[in-house]
Each structure stands twice: as C-alpha cells, then as structure tokens.
C-alpha cells in the first residue's frame, strides 16, 4: 500500500500505521478512508493528498 503526502503541512498517512487519531485502523488503504477524513495536522481533505512517489524531489 502507497503512503500519501500532503505538501501543505508535510504529513505522511501510511497505511501500515492507519490514523490513530481518527480511529482509522492500520492496514486501511488511502483509497478506504472515509470521504470526510482529513488531515489530522492541519485539516486539509483527502483531495489534496498525492502519492509519495509523485513528489517533487527537493
């Protein structure tokens, strides 16, 4: 399972890990997340996640 970034505030969801903060158990997939999940450092919705190879390499 890919992990995905946030540019906005660097936050990483790694399905191995889940989110504990939301109750989101490890093994769940991006994709399986509720569509009201956001982020739980700044808020942000799911939409502005990309894939962690996407990323621009600094």
Same mark, same amino acid.
């Given at each position: 399972m890919?992990?995905?970034v946030l540019?906005?505030?660097d936050?990483?969801?790694?399905? %191995?890990?889940? =989110?504990p903060s939301a109750d989101i158990p490890p093994g769940? %997939?991006?994709? =399986?997340?509720p569509e009201d999940w956001v982020c739980p450092d700044c808020g942000v919705g799911k939409e502005m996640f990309e894939p962690e190879e996407?990323?621009?390499t600094p």
């Open positions: 890919q992990q995905q540019q906005r505030c936050y990483v969801y790694d399905p %191995a890990l889940g =989110d769940t %997939a991006f994709q =399986d997340l996407d990323q621009p």
